[in-house]
């Protein structure tokens, strides 16, 4: 895929920055006491370590604006899947309306046919005369 657009990737570049002597950092994990002192790592129940040159309070409004970011693109796509779920709820319910409505005209149409022939087997045994019969009633 490359050759073809002309982009090869050759690896992956990790940069490390060295912290000068007596930079303040903050950190969030687990203190230990060993025998090399006491260490800061990784909180051994899976919670998130940080360990960052800005200050507590900073970190923090990071975390708050990510937040809100994710709650702004939540918000977003609910709005479009309620939507989305209304169409097709409202497309639903149309076609249960069509299709109840259809019903309930074909059994009307079946309740006339059987008035019509139970009128006509009662006159005079089916037999009307030609002179009297209308023009729609002569094709049946």
């Known amino acids: 895929m490359g050759s ?3 982009d090869i990737r050759k690896g992956v570049q990790t940069t490390e920055e060295m912290l000068t002597k007596g930079t303040t950092l903050t950190g969030i994990g687990e203190l230990v006491s060993g025998p090399q002192g006491v260490t800061l790592q990784p909180p ?3 919670r998130p370590y940080y360990l ?12 708050e ?6 709650r702004i693109f939540l918000m977003i796509f609910l709005g479009v899947g309620v ?4 169409a097709a709820m409202w497309k639903v319910y149309k076609k249960m309306m069509a299709d109840k409505e259809a019903r309930v005209n074909q059994d009307t149409l079946d309740s006339i046919k059987a008035e019509r022939s139970n009128a006509t ?3 005079s045994g ?3 005369p030609e002179s009297i019969q ?3 009633c002569l094709g049946a």
């Open 121 to 123: 087997s009662r006159e």
């Open 4 to 6: 073809i657009v002309g």
């Open 52 to 63: 960052v040159k800005n200050s507590l309070s900073s970190l923090i409004k990071e975390m």
């Open 134 to 136: 209308c023009v729609v």
């Open 65 to 70: 604006g990510s937040r809100a970011v994710n």
């Open 44 to 46: 051994s129940d899976g």
């Open 83 to 86: 939507i989305i779920s209304g």
């Open 126 to 128: 089916g037999n009307i």
